[in-house]
């Protein structure tokens, strides 16, 4: 077992560090991709006539240059073609897939031409992979056939490097530059959008692997809070998304501005080539007027472009931050070479280019139900971790009304106990789970076929005493115990057998059956978990705030993914977007805590609250017995001027309120414990009350109702006690004030639990009592019944405990409930060490 946890936290701590290391080359990989894409957005549309050395942005219709080719497989006459066949397969189980037997691609050169001129595309230099429509599909027997194509009078667009050739320019994909290269059916926007889109898609990705890679070790490392978790997390995917916005920033202006510099040069030298002029921007429309018109035309067009891309870079870098980091980078602004009067040119203007509405759409529902879903189903694991970490262990002789926790081993009725369906052994809990393999090969899946629980009511014995569990709507968590295969079907059993250490955490009620004890149970709580393992509380809480952390990270990963794609969808995918994405994080951590903390105070809160409903119904209950009462008092205790003033008491804080206050409680208390004292004595001292079966009733249902109130009193003291502890923390106080988290009032009277009286009215069970062990003295012999060695009672603070089994005993020791040098007598005359105890050490 030890073995196999080892290896689990293992694996988690390699798997976390690849996620990790996986989630920060991704998000710089997303980064690239998104510089891509502003590499195109700097670069405006140019026309044939105004090209100019350096990086071109063109649309255009594709016409033959040279020569002309044909398709491979339907011999069409084209530019380009690349080329795909593939054979159908089928595996064993009927699974059919394609399989490539050929591909491959032929181009040529061709011209591209708008309504300015036509330049040439140097295609046949590669650099590129065109991306293209599916023009061509069709299946012949076991084989499929499939071609993209570039025909002549198909409308392309080229983000390429424009070369000066002896006549004219060439566009080459294979020369380095400020871009990356692309020929695509699709135009310009549309490139920009799927660059965006990837390099967002690609930022998620980043985003869940840095997130379960954080997951993954804090499993390993045992971490369990999830404020740890969050913080973590939140640190990671911000420094991630902080740094690679900063460095593709950084990266973006720097080449941004290096490129005006080369477009400048190149701009300068193409326009003295046709003016004898110092070249002045912003003046050059005044000085080309006596040009031709074809020359004109040209030289503003060139001018125009240039402006267009200083405009456009000079926008990137007034945007905020980038305003602000621009000079520590030593980004210096250019000044505008627009006239005076001048209006900017649409070229100027970067268009927005969002994401695809249906790919948006889809993202965000999937974001809307990660974060539904993760939240509602980790906040309530982490509540139910908090539940385990935060509620005390009760002893069974201190359990006291409401949540609980309990540890100890377990006891049963022996004819009560199951028995285990595989195993044969005996047990309290048993989940049986029966697998079936069917279908082979690829086709091959295991079913499920049965998996059923079946439980009975327990015991748990601690060093105090035994506290009962009814263990209906119980979360039980067991160690597998035995498998074994069948033919085609294995078989599963977990176990929970007596003598097992266990932990739970429930409600302590007031048993029904019996009404002087409080028992474990689902309660009624409203949703308070009832968990029953037989780990430790350790491992308990560990589970717990497992699911709960794999609960919030997808709630996490689905807050930063709205947001990434909410900025995704305005088009603009600047830097500025993806730093603010990165303190959506740091957001939900805030959020998370207020969450958390503002639950804590509900929940204490509800907890008072519905302890004080309880003890109200249980007053309410005393309005049908005040008549009665009065009949009795009015009878036997009319000459007690002492009793009929209880009497009027008792009816004046009961009868006619529908609600009570802490004082009207402690009245009603204080009158009813004077009433039912005498009662109980004039009914010991009077033979013919004892043998009234009306008398017996009433009694009992008394004494059941003051049992109630006396049981819940401590619950809700402690509640109130916790309640107030809590509010007065730092932040919680500050929640609490904002939110009018009011103050309860303490119960201050104190009741005894009376036995309740059986039918048979036996003086016996009539007494009150103050313990349910049996106390065994040093130095007294131990009764008969209990003189055997499976019969051992330990003296442990003055008190003496007991009895215990040899194998609940060495728990105890294991547990450190006991020491082995702790006295013991297992005998009823001598006393030992524990260690010495007979059968101890085998």
Known sequence: MKSQKALYYLGCFVLGTVFVLAGFWLQNFGFDIIRDMRQMERVPQVSVHHVIPGEVSMQGVAAKGKETLFSRYSNTPCLYHRYLKQREEKDSDGDSRWVTVEEGSESTDFFLVENTGKILVELNRGGVSPDLETDHRSEKGNYRYTEWRIEEGEEVFAFAMAVKKEKGFSLRFDKSGSYSPVLSNADALENRSGLGTNGVLASMASVALLCFGCLSLCFALRIHRVLVFLSIVSTLSSLAMIYSGLSMMKADLKDGYARLDRLEKSALSEVTDLVD??????????????????????????????????????????????????????????????????????????????????????????????????????????????????????????????????????????????????????????????????????????????????????????????????????????????????????????????????????????????????????????????????????????????????????????????????????????????????????????????????????????????????????????????????????????????????????????????????????????????????????????????????????????????????????????????????????????????FSFQDAEFLKFSKEIRKVPSLTFDESVSKEVNSVEAPVTQGEPVPDSVSSSSSVYVLKDEQVMGPYTVDQLKIFVENGDFLQDDQACFDGKNWVTVGEVPGFVE
């Open 277 to 738: 002029v110092r070249v002045d921007w912003k003046t050059l429309p005044s000085h080309v007027v006596s040009l031709n018109e074809n020359d004109r035309s040209r030289i503003m067009g060139i001018r125009e472009d240039f402006v267009a891309s200083v405009e456009r870079t000079e926008a990137i870098r007034n945007r905020f931050p980038e305003r602000l980091l621009a000079p520590l980078w030593g980004i210096e602004p250019r000044p505008s070479l627009l006239a005076d009067g001048e209006l900017m040119l649409d070229e100027a203007m970067i268009a927005k280019t969002p994401m695809k509405s249906w790919i948006f759409l889809l993202c965000a529902a999937v974001a809307l139900l990660m974060m539904c879903f993760g939240s509602l189903f980790g906040f309530r694991r982490i509540k139910t971790k908090r539940y385990v970490e935060n509620i005390p262990t009760s002893p069974s002789a201190g359990l006291t009304y409401g949540p609980a926790e309990i540890k100890g081993i377990v006891e049963c009725d022996q004819g009560r106990i199951l028995k285990g369906p595989l195993s044969g052994e005996k047990c309290v809990f048993y989940r049986y789970k029966i697998t079936e393999r069917r279908g082979s090969g690829k086709k091959a899946k295991t079913v499920v076929i049965l998996d059923k629980k079946h439980f009975v009511p327990f015991q748990c014995r601690d060093s105090d005493g035994v506290i009962s569990i009814e263990p209906e709507g119980a979360e039980f968590t067991a160690d597998f115990k035995v498998q074994k295969r069948r033919g085609r079907q294995t078989h599963y059993e977990w176990h929970i057998a007596p003598s097992t250490a266990i932990y739970a955490l429930g409600s302590a009620v007031v048993d029904k059956e019996k009404g002087d004890r409080l028992i474990i149970s689902d309660g009624d709580n409203d949703g308070f978990p009832f968990l029953v393992s037989d780990e430790t509380e350790t491992e308990v809480m560990l589970r717990q705030g497992r699911k709960g952390l794999l609960g919030i990270s997808f709630a996490q990963n689905g807050t930063v993914f709205l947001g990434l794609v909410l900025f995704a969808a305005l088009g603009s995918f600047a830097a500025t977007d993806f730093l603010l994405s990165a303190l959506i994080s740091p957001m939900f951590l805030g959020l998370s805590m207020f969450v958390l903390m503002f639950n804590d105070l509900v929940f204490l809160r509800n907890r008072v609250k519905r302890a004080w409903a309880n003890i109200e119904v249980s007053l309410q209950k005393r309005a049908d017995l005040i008549p009665r009462l009065e009949n009795i008092v009015k009878g036997y205790l009319s000459h007690e001027k002492v009793s009929l003033e209880a009497l009027t008491g008792l009816r004046t804080a009961v009868v006619g309120k529908n609600s009570y206050s802490p004082t009207d409680v402690d009245l009603a208390m204080q009158q009813e414990t004077i009433l039912t004292n005498r009662l109980f004595a004039l009914r010991e001292d009077s033979p013919e009350l004892k043998g009234d079966s009306a008398m017996d009733e009433f009694m009992d249902r008394l004494t059941r109702m003051e049992n109630e109130v006396a049981l819940m009193r401590k619950g809700y003291n402690d509640g109130i006690e916790r309640y107030h502890a809590t509010k007065q923390r730092i932040p919680e106080v500050f929640l609490a004030k904002f």
